[in-house]
Nanobody
């Protein structure tokens, strides 16, 4: 299990951009997969994007594909989520997660979670 801390959330206007970062500490291995999930009030937590720690594979939810980019930062031992062309529907608490294994899209497949960071997109 690794410790995860998200940062970079805030308020942005529709069409704008935000960059989230997930800093990982503890024992991180190349076999890990990192994921971003989000949860709006009254809704289920949903998958956003995932990346192998090695950077060899990435996967996006249809709702964000083409707008969001997940990437890794070895120097900072972090995973980032660049969010462009943001929409009000993107408003949610965004969570970083980690698991040992391949790309996964279900929250139950991830073992470690961050505390979440609020992202609000205004019209």
């Amino acid at each position: 299990q690794v410790q995860l801390v998200e940062s970079g959330g805030g308020l942005v206007q529709a069409g704008g951009s935000l960059r989230l970062s997930c800093a990982a500490s503890g024992r991180t291995f190349s076999s890990y997969t990192m994921g971003w999930f989000r949860q709006a009030p009254g809704k289920e937590r949903e998958f956003v994007a995932s990346i192998r720690w090695s950077g060899g594979s990435r996967y996006y939810a249809d709702s964000v594909k083409g707008r969001f980019t997940i990437s890794r930062d070895n120097a900072e031992n972090a995973v980032n989520l660049q969010m462009n062309s943001m929409k009000p529907e993107d408003t949610a608490v965004y969570y970083c997660a980690a698991r040992r294994g391949t790309i996964a899209t279900q929250e139950g497949q991830y073992d470690s979670w961050g505390q979440g960071t609020q992202v609000t997109v205004s019209s």
